[in-house]
Structure formats: structure tokens, C-alpha cells
């Protein structure tokens, strides 16, 4: 009856220790949230280059959980409207904040 009690404690040592190995943090692979933001913005990035108006102006692209913040200067209301339309239209893209303003004259 005594073997069979310490064979019950080495299976339960070695299941813990199975499940503890299991969770190491640096084992972990990044939060998917990370590369999926990293695509949107890329996504957003490619349509704004892809515009022959709008390839030549600094929006910054600023994407969190899929929600996007277009940051930046552009010249025309036309080109403010024209980059929210590529952004919205973008795969991955929940929401855009429009953080662009026109340059003064």
C-alpha cells in the first residue's frame, strides 16, 4: 500500500511540473493584437501610397486593436476625405480618428 501512495505523489509531481514548464512567459508567443495592428497598418499605409495625390504627404498611421488614427497635414479638404475613405476601406480597419488637419493657406 506504501509503493502505490508515493507512485500517486511522482505522477502528481510530475503533472505539475509538466503544467509549470508549460507556462513559461518567454516561451510565449506575441499577443496576437500586435501583428494584426502591425497589418492594418500596413494595409492603411499600402491604400495612402497607392494614392497619386496623397503618396507625397507625412499622415502617420497609428493603429490600435484595429482602430485607426490618422495623424498629419494634408493641403485640401478633398485629400483629407480621400485618405479617410482609404483608411476606412482597408482590411482589418474597425474605426478611423481623423487627427488630420488642413495647411493654412
Same mark, same amino acid.
Given at each position: ?40 497598418? $500596413?494595409?492603411? *499605409?499600402? &491604400?495612402?501610397?497607392?494614392?497619386? #495625390?496623397?503618396?507625397? @504627404?507625412? =499622415? ?24 479617410? $475613405?482609404?483608411? *476606412?476601406? &482597408?482590411?482589418?480597419?474597425?474605426? #478611423?480618428?481623423?487627427? @488630420?488637419? =488642413?495647411?493654412?493657406?
Amino acid at each position: 500500500m506504501k509503493l502505490y501512495g508515493s507512485y500517486q505523489f511522482a505522477g502528481l509531481l510530475f503533472m505539475t511540473a509538466t503544467l509549470l514548464a508549460g507556462c513559461d512567459p518567454a516561451s510565449t508567443p506575441p499577443l496576437k493584437t500586435e501583428v494584426v495592428d502591425l497589418d492594418v497598418t $500596413t494595409h492603411v *499605409k499600402m &491604400a495612402l501610397m497607392n494614392d497619386p #495625390v496623397l503618396k507625397n @504627404l507625412n =499622415i502617420e498611421i497609428l493603429t490600435t486593436n484595429g482602430d485607426v488614427r490618422l495623424v498629419g497635414v494634408v493641403e485640401t479638404q478633398s485629400q483629407m476625405d480621400t485618405a479617410l $475613405t482609404l483608411a *476606412k476601406g &482597408a482590411a482589418g480597419v474597425h474605426t #478611423v480618428h481623423n487627427e @488630420l488637419t =488642413i495647411k493654412p493657406e
